[in-house]
T-cell receptor
Framework: SQQGEEDPQALSIQEGENATMNCSYK?????LQWYRQNSGRGLVHLIL?????REKHSGRLRVTLDTSKKSSSLLITASRAADTASYFC??????????FGKGTTLSVSS | DTAVSQTPKYLVTQMGNDKSIKCEQN?????MYWYKQDSKKFLKIMFS???????INETVPNRFSPKSPDKAHLNLHINSLELGDSAVYFC??????????FGPGTRLTVL
């Protein structure tokens, strides 16, 4: 069953701009994770935010989590062409495995 | 230095054949997973093993059989391959509920 739903499905921006992707989910979670997938490659873990955390930073990435709204956002600041990839949110509940959303395809042009 | 490795990277085979995909992790993790990513990039969990014990078995045809000879390995055997099995299969590992580390994927094409 699908848990996370990313929005937008596709995003095109210029280098230097910020990119914001949103994720909504349906049930309670232990943590929410964001992954990046470059074309034809495996998934790379970006950031994990636990259910008792509201915001987390990692380099140019900022993730927020609102458990009352069951939503999360991923902000990439000062984007680069190398950020072009698909971004997935995935929710984790104890006793289960990660449940992924459909992803947001980000295109950054120079 | 590869953390999670899968072999083969590409697999092209005929319908009805039996094939295996191997996965190994050198991270010392206790939990391993198999995911299937379809042509629309949707990723879905298939199986999860914790300390060699099956803990998650989603609705997957019983033609798919995972085998975990030890904590560092989780192989996937597929019998009587069908066209709909064509996808990219990802292995992953984690320590408990923590971050999952993914392998590079195996692209399976069934002709």
């Amino acid at each position: 069953s699908q848990q996370g739903e990313e929005d937008p499905q596709a995003l095109s921006i210029q280098e230097g701009e910020n990119a914001t992707m949103n994720c909504s989910y349906k049930t309670s979670i232990n943590n929410l994770q964001w992954y990046r997938q470059n074309s034809g490659r495996g998934l790379v873990h970006l950031i994990l935010i636990r259910s008792n955390e509201r915001e987390k930073h990692s380099g140019r990435l900022r993730v927020t989590l609102d458990t009352s709204k069951k939503s999360s956002s991923l902000l990439i600041t000062a984007s680069r062409a190398a950020d072009t990839a698909s971004y997935f949110c995935a929710t984790f509940q104890a006793g289960t495995a990660l449940i992924f959303g459909k992803g947001t395809t980000l295109s950054v042009s120079s | 230095d590869t953390a999670v490795s899968q072999t083969p990277k590409y697999l092209v085979t005929q319908m009805g054949n039996d094939k295996s995909i191997k996965c190994e992790q050198n991270l010392g993790h206790d939990t391993m997973y198999w995911y299937k990513q379809d042509s629309k990039k949707f990723l879905k969990i298939m199986f999860s093993y914790n300390n060699k014990e099956l803990i998650i078995n989603e609705t997957v045809p019983n033609r798919f059989s995972p085998k975990s000879p030890d904590k560092a390995h989780l192989n996937l055997h597929i019998n009587s391959l069908e066209l709909g099995d064509s996808a990219v299969y990802f292995c992953a590992s984690s320590m408990g509920l923590d971050t999952q580390y993914f392998g590079p994927g195996t692209r399976l094409t069934v002709l």
